[in-house]
């Protein structure tokens, strides 16, 4: 007899629909008042039957109601729409301990187009290589000063290490 309870079953993939349908029923609301919500708080006006059709796959909502679902919600939009494992980057990132600033440009790269995102990221490592390079260069300067002058450790307070 299989114990359903100890093998390892694989889950489906969600889908947009499930995501919709769990969010809802996390809340506790009926169709009709995610409807109801979309509208007063979301300014996107769906009756309850489209909303079904949302959960079951049948419709995509439209962007402005991905949106406001999202807003509403919570969530991040790419999460959503199950492009993304991370419901809530926010969340994510201040479990993380980030400083601040890191976190203040992380939540400015989320507002801009994937396209444009790639771009900047391959900026920050073409800097950070840059970087890298130049700051090699002065601990090799450094290094051959210290060699020929015998008391530019204690004379300069630069300690030269691996």
């Known amino acids: 007899m299989r114990n359903i309870l100890t093998e390892d079953v694989a889950m489906p993939e969600p889908t947009p629909g499930y995501r919709i349908r769990i969010m809802r029923k996390e809340r506790g609301w009926k169709q009709e008042e995610l409807a109801g919500q ?24 439209k962007s402005d109601t991905w949106d406001a679902l999202a807003a509403l919600f919570g969530v991040s939009l790419d999460w959503l ?48 290589e840059e970087i890298r390079k130049t700051r090699a260069s002065q601990i090799e300067r450094l290094r051959r000063r210290a060699e020929v002058e015998p008391d530019f450790e204690k004379r300069t307070g630069v300690k030269i290490t691996n």
Request: proline share 6%; with cysteine; charged share 30%.
């Open 38 to 61: 979309l509208s007063q708080r979301g300014g996107v006006e769906v009756d309850h039957s489209m909303i079904s059709l949302y959960e079951s796959n049948k419709v995509q909502p």
């Open 81 to 128: 729409r199950c492009r993304s494992e991370i419901r809530n980057p926010d969340q994510q990132l201040a479990a993380l301990n980030f400083p601040e600033d890191i976190v203040a440009v992380a939540r400015k790269l989320t507002d801009i187009p994937s396209g444009w995102r790639r771009e900047i990221c391959s900026y920050v490592d073409e800097l950070t």
